[in-house]
């Protein structure tokens, strides 16, 4: 399974992220920032890779300045790989 992982510096900046893909009828999630993203402690939003075209329209739009980037989350037999979108 394969996931978009949409990770902000700003805990604030990120649900309000989270808040406007609901809305605008994206699934997502707040998840904790992985440790391989190196930023420190920061709340991501986790999209599904079916909606990721729609989420980073969305995402980009709202012109967040705390944004950091796109990562895509891969689980394969139980271990997980982390990388830069």
């Given at each position: 399974?394969?996931?978009?992982?949409?990770?902000?510096?700003?805990?604030?900046q990120a649900a309000d992220c989270n808040s406007r893909l609901?809305?605008?009828?994206?699934?997502?999630?707040?998840?904790?920032?992985?440790?391989?993203?190196?930023?420190?402690?920061?709340?991501?939003?986790?999209i599904p890779q079916n909606m990721a075209a729609r989420a980073k329209a969305l995402v980009l739009g709202g012109?967040?300045?705390?944004?950091?980037?796109?990562?895509?989350v891969k689980t394969v037999y139980g271990k997980t790989f982390f990388g830069r979108e």
């Amino acid at each position: 399974m394969t996931d978009l992982l949409a990770v902000f510096r700003s805990r604030a900046q990120a649900a309000d992220c989270n808040s406007r893909l609901r809305m605008n009828g994206v699934p997502s999630n707040l998840i904790n920032t992985p440790k391989e993203a190196n930023i420190g402690c920061g709340l991501s939003v986790k999209i599904p890779q079916n909606m990721a075209a729609r989420a980073k329209a969305l995402v980009l739009g709202g012109r967040y300045s705390a944004f950091y980037g796109f990562y895509t989350v891969k689980t394969v037999y139980g271990k997980t790989f982390f990388g830069r979108e």
